[in-house]
């Protein structure tokens, strides 16, 4: 069974960082071929994607303002996917949620596991 876990989000004000973590389960992402992505949802917006890291395509950016501010890390030994942000902004707000793509590439935007989310705020 394929679960996923985030954690790692709060508060946190203009300009600082925070690492988000996805501990999963129930596959190999060094095995399987699999694409693994961050994706966010404000409230009142659709969820957009963010970042998706592959062993076929390396690093996929999906959100051109997380550009050189965010980037996305795998630790196959933890089987965690990570997701570093700096330089946040209040419109960073979210509910971000990792997925998996098994046996797909980032490209394919077909994630067939979700994690749960974890809130992030922005705020001074």
């Known amino acids: 069974q394929v679960q996923l876990v985030e954690s790692g989000g709060g508060l946190v004000q203009p300009g600082g960082s925070l690492r988000l973590s996805c501990a999963h389960s129930?596959?190999?992402?060094?095995?399987?071929?699999?694409?693994l992505g961050w994706f966010r949802q404000a409230p009142g917006k659709e969820r957009e994607g963010v970042l998706c890291?592959?062993?076929?395509?390396?690093?996929?950016h999906y959100l051109d303002s997380a550009k050189g501010r965010f980037t996305i890390s795998v630790d196959n030994v933890q089987n965690t996917v990570y997701l570093h942000m700096n330089n946040l902004k209040p419109e960073d707000t979210a509910v971000y949620y990792c997925?998996?793509?098994?046996?797909?590439?980032?490209?394919?935007?077909?994630?067939?596991?979700w994690g749960q989310g974890t809130q992030v705020t922005v705020s001074s």
């Open positions: 997925a998996v793509a098994i046996f797909k590439r980032c490209a394919s935007n077909e994630f067939d596991y």
């Open positions: 129930g596959f190999s992402s060094s095995q399987s071929r699999s694409s």
């Open positions: 890291i592959s062993s076929s395509e390396g690093i996929t």
